[in-house]
């Protein structure tokens, strides 16, 4: 069981930046992907991003790419979720995962993320 915690959501006016970070404890990663869905209010939950462990590899949505980048540290086992050039329609909860490709296996609790237009 891997035990996940994010931080470094919040709210930012529409153009601007956040970090998110999840810290993951518990198991070894190497074998695994890390990253991120979200879920905006009445929607369901969608990727945004993942990165393979143990090769580095990055994979993004459509919507998000070349906006936000995903990248990790392997010393602290946390993956990051840079976010650049926010919009309104970024506004969710998003839920860092990790798992094996787009199926997670454990969530983390959620970080809620807002941009004001």
């Known amino acids: 069981q891997v035990q996940l915690v994010e931080s470094g959501g919040g709210l930012v006016q529409a153009g601007g930046s956040l970090r998110l970070s999840c810290a993951a404890s518990?198991?070894?990663?190497?074998?695994?992907?890390m990253g991120w869905f979200r879920q905006a209010l009445g929607k369901e939950r969608e990727f945004v991003a993942r990165?393979?462990?143990?090769?580095?590899?990055?994979y993004y949505a459509d919507s998000v790419k070349g906006r936000f980048t995903i990248s990790k540290d392997n010393t602290k086992n946390t993956v990051y979720l840079q976010m650049n050039s926010l919009r309104p329609e970024d506004t969710a909860i998003y839920y860092c995962?990790?798992?094996?490709?787009?199926?997670?296996?454990?969530w983390g609790q959620g970080t809620q993320v807002t941009v004001s237009s």
């Open positions: 995962y990790v798992g094996y490709r787009l199926t997670p296996h454990n």
């Open positions: 518990g198991r070894t990663l190497s074998t695994y992907d």
């Open positions: 990165i393979d462990w143990s090769t580095g590899n990055t």
